[in-house]
């Protein structure tokens, strides 16, 4: 039997593979990173159990990856910082992604809530 912070995790990664998947290669320019920040965001939070989604893409890096004159690059994860907070009955997820080694990573930050024994309520 799954247990709510088992399948509040579940949760977390399915949202992380659909943000990631669904919106890598979409066109970004410095002018249009608000916007696709609100997309991202509102697109995710559509999901079952996604309390919270936040997403800061960073001007300067988007500027900095544009290597043609048509003045847009593609949003890729070096590009963004995003965090994610499921709510699945009593358990609370808190993930985030980061950068480590050139790579995307989509980690728990914490698990909170749950049953006795579920091991939770710490961070990893």
Same mark, same amino acid.
Do not use: W
């Given at each position: 039997?799954?247990?709510?912070?088992?399948?509040?995790? $579940?949760?977390?990664? +399915?949202? $992380?593979?659909?943000?990631?998947?669904? $919106?890598?290669? *979409?066109?970004?320019?410095?002018?249009?990173?608000?916007?696709?920040? *609100? #997309?991202? #965001?509102?697109? +995710?939070?559509?999901?079952?159990?996604?309390? #919270?989604?936040?997403?800061?893409?960073?001007?300067?890096?988007?500027?900095?990856? +544009?290597?043609?004159?048509?003045?847009?690059?593609?949003?890729?994860?070096?590009?963004?910082?995003?965090?994610?907070?499921?709510?699945?009955? #009593?358990? *609370?997820?808190? *993930?985030?992604?980061?950068?480590?080694?050139?790579?995307?990573?989509?980690?728990?930050?914490?698990?909170?809530?749950?049953?006795?024994?579920?091991?939770?309520?710490?961070?990893?």
């Amino acid at each position: 039997m799954v247990t709510d912070p088992q399948q509040a995790c $579940f949760e977390a990664g +399915i949202k $992380f593979g659909s943000l990631y998947h669904q $919106f890598a290669g *979409t066109p970004v320019s410095p002018d249009s990173t608000r916007s696709l920040e *609100t #997309a991202v #965001a509102d697109s +995710i939070e559509n999901q079952p159990h996604c309390a #919270a989604v936040t997403v800061e893409i960073d001007d300067e890096a988007v500027a900095a990856d +544009i290597a043609h004159e048509n003045g847009y690059t593609e949003l890729s994860g070096h590009l963004m910082e995003v965090e994610m907070r499921i709510e699945y009955e #009593a358990v *609370t997820v808190r *993930t985030r992604m980061e950068m480590e080694d050139g790579y995307p990573l989509m980690k728990l930050v914490a698990v909170e809530g749950g049953r006795d024994g579920d091991g939770v309520g710490s961070e990893p």
